[in-house]
């Protein structure tokens, strides 16, 4: 079954950007109608849909967030990854990736499985 | 700011019935969006309860159920279990089909 696991550091500095990349194993990324996205969490609050990717590429980002954000796939390696940049302390987070299961319509969509998340955390 | 709101927390004795109520708008679940909710255990990633607004993956327990009328969706937890204490959210779209989840509810097992 898939599963997928973040990774990157674990610390960014205010201003930087945050760069983490989640591995796909037991199946390829482009397989299926599938699109890959990143949620974080800050602690002991609720859940931040960051924006997702069809492996063609195409890409989808929260608006709030949209300014700062780059996803990006590599179908050779079977990841993809998420550029916020210009980090502040606001951006300290647990961060998830999570495959998301198109059954009719994005509008139907759900995250299913979820790696077991990165806490990055921006300080100086 | 969520805008899919749903009750801090919810709390009953096992074996009791408890709900999770998650109000959007005609914006978001009253457009016609499916509501998924997910379940996550202290210290772990969210996993995938119940999709498509009524329908349980493979493996997730017959006590949990799902519904949406509306504007407004429901988790309904049957016959609670001391291992159902937990953090629950639902999750829907907006209609620029931005993923939306909901404020998240503690159900604590009393």
């Known amino acids: 079954q898939v599963q997928l696991q973040e990774s990157g550091p674990g610390l960014v500095k205010p201003s930087q950007t945050l760069s983490l990349t989640c591995t796909v194993s037991g199946g390829s990324i482009s397989s299926g109608s599938y699109y890959w996205s990143w949620i974080r969490q800050p602690a002991g609050k609720g859940l931040e849909w960051i924006g997702r990717?069809?492996?063609?590429?195409?890409?989808n980002y929260n608006p709030s967030l949209k300014s700062r954000v780059t996803i990006s796939v590599d179908t050779s390696k079977n990841q993809f990854s998420l550029k916020l940049s210009s980090v502040t302390a606001a951006d300290t987070a647990v961060y998830y990736c999570?495959?998301?299961?198109?059954?009719?319509?994005?509008?139907?969509?759900?995250?299913?499985?979820w790696g077991q998340g990165t806490l990055v955390t921006v300080s100086s | 700011q969520s805008v899919l709101t749903q009750p801090p927390s919810v709390s009953g004795a096992p074996g009791q019935r408890v709900t999770i109520s998650c109000t959007g708008s005609?914006?978001?679940?009253?457009?016609?969006?499916?509501v998924h909710w997910y379940q996550q255990l202290p210290g772990t990633a969210p996993k995938l309860l119940i999709y498509g607004n009524s329908n349980r993956p493979s493996g997730v327990p017959d006590r949990f159920s799902g519904s949406k009328s509306g504007t407004s969706a429901s988790l309904a937890i049957t016959g609670l279990q001391a291992e159902d204490e937990a953090d629950y959210y639902c999750?829907?779209?907006?209609?620029?089909?931005?993923?939306?989840f909901g404020t998240g509810t503690k159900v604590t097992v009393l």
């Open positions: 999570a495959r998301v299961v198109v059954a009719a319509t994005l509008g139907t969509a759900w995250f299913d499985p």
């Open positions: 990717i069809y492996t063609s590429g195409s890409t």
């Open positions: 999750q829907s779209y907006d209609s620029s089909l931005s993923a939306l």
């Open positions: 005609s914006s978001n679940i009253g457009a016609g969006y499916d």
